[in-house]
């Protein structure tokens, strides 16, 4: 299994990022995918979950409205859109998948700076 995001970077609050996440190495329209992030001192949090269809998803309160998350199922790629960003979304962000096993794949994360 490989997961390799892409996309971070540099932004001023108030602005727009895409994050992309390519998968590899397992039948990924089959599975949910997850984003999750990670800020300085701070634990890993949930960010979104897509359903292996791209029908259903679903946001943590904090991201609600600003984030969209969607899939390219002929692609192998899930993508985090993220608007009206602020200093506090500024985290190392990671895409995940959880096998049939439960067992947790990450990929190197990429990093997102929220400042002015």
């Known amino acids: 299994v490989q997961l390799v995001e892409s996309g971070g970077g540099l932004v001023q609050p108030g602005g727009s990022l895409r994050l992309s996440c390519a998968a590899s190495?397992?039948?990924?329209?089959?599975?949910?995918m997850r984003w999750y992030r990670q800020a300085p001192g701070k634990e890993r949090e949930w960010v979104a979950l897509?359903?292996?269809?791209?029908?259903?998803?679903h946001y943590a309160d904090s991201m609600k409205g600003r984030f969209t998350i969607s899939r390219d199922n002929p692609k192998n790629t899930v993508y985090l859109q993220m608007y009206s960003l602020k200093p506090e979304d500024t985290a190392v962000y990671y895409c995940?998948?959880?096998?049939?096993?439960?067992?947790?794949?990450w990929g190197q994360g990429t990093q997102v700076t929220v400042s002015s």
């Open positions: 190495g397992f039948t990924f329209s089959t599975y949910a």
């Open positions: 995940n998948f959880r096998s049939r096993y439960m067992v947790d794949y």
């Open positions: 897509i359903t292996s269809t791209g029908d259903s998803t």
